[in-house]
């Protein structure tokens, strides 16, 4: 498999090019970015063949076959709609789009042209997300209660999520991250019940603090919490409590980071996992679907992700990102 990406965003060494080296199946072969020097730089120093100053002429490059796309939210509708109109599988970074439409719009057009389009929640692949699911569905800690989490960090300016015409916002990044937890681990539709957000002074629909509480399938209750200017020290973890016990995931984006708190009574256990990157997990995942096919359980999961999205800007009455007037 050959991989290009569009743009030459910091993420794409750690989530791309670095994994790629586990793989005999995969190269990255090329980079692209509207800034021809930057792309040159890269390529040089990671020893890619070949650069290109515009997306359109990577995506034409007929020797790469993946797209790799880590720009601003705002515009991973639009190119990766032209990727997979030119026949290119892609991953892309999270979350998938600026709202719901654009991602049942995307999948609509990979099932017409029989390509693979995930959404890069690395973390899911990782043995630390299967232990916790297995606890979850063997009963382990009982019926499920609640679901809490936090992923609260703060982002110096000037950034992307703090800008409405790039599809910013705490909820959309790193907010995704918790929603996703929620759909991938409980599933079903989820009524909000409440939310609360804190805007910044100078775009009052961009989003840099908020929460949200809601209630699933047999009343199981869900809060989230997602910041992007905390004054408190950084918090990644979700949490599920059930009536036989609790499990906590600690810093779960990141596995050499990654701890797992399994508590049933007074019995306290601490679980480790594989320092492996979570990257290089989606990077086998993905080359695995590129042979075998769609997992339809992925992409219904991005969908309730970024429908649910649409669902909490709403509620708190915002606009939908990617649907101000004027963007």
Known sequence: MNFGSLGVAKILQEALVDPARD???????????????????????????????????????????????????????????????????????????????????????????????????????????????????????????????????NIPKPDIRFDYSLSGGAFMDPGCYLIHAMVHFLSGDAEIISTEV?????????????????????????????????????????EFIGKKGRVKLNNFVRSNWCKMELEIGNQLVEEHFSKKSTFSYQLEAFLEMTKKGANQKLEEESKGVMKLLDELYIHSELPIRGQREGH
């Not at 603090?209 to 004054?231: D, F, G, M, P, W």
């Open 23 to 153: 793989f005999e199946e995969i190269q990255v072969i090329a980079v692209a970015s509207r800034d021809n020097k930057k792309a040159k730089e890269f390529a040089l120093s990671n020893r890619i063949k070949n650069y290109y100053g515009n997306y359109l002429s990577l995506l034409k490059d007929k020797d790469i076959n993946a797209i790799y796309i880590p720009l601003p939210n705002s515009h991973h509708y639009e190119w990766a709609k032209k990727a997979l109109l030119q026949g290119k599988h892609v991953l892309c970074e999270k979350p998938l789009c600026s709202n719901g439409f654009e991602a049942f719009s995307l999948f609509e057009i990979a099932k017409e042209k029989n390509l693979i389009l995930l959404e890069a929640y690395h973390q899911s692949f990782h043995p630390m997300y299967k232990r916790l699911k297995e606890i979850i569905e063997k009963d382990v800690i009982g019926d499920i209660d609640e679901l809490n989490g936090k992923f609260l960090v």
């Open 198 to 238: 804190k805007t910044l002074s100078e775009d009052l629909d961009i989003d840099i603090e908020s929460k949200a509480k809601l209630l699933l399938r047999n009343n199981i209750k869900i809060n989230i919490h997602s910041s992007i200017v905390t004054s408190e020290d950084m918090e990644i973890w979700i």
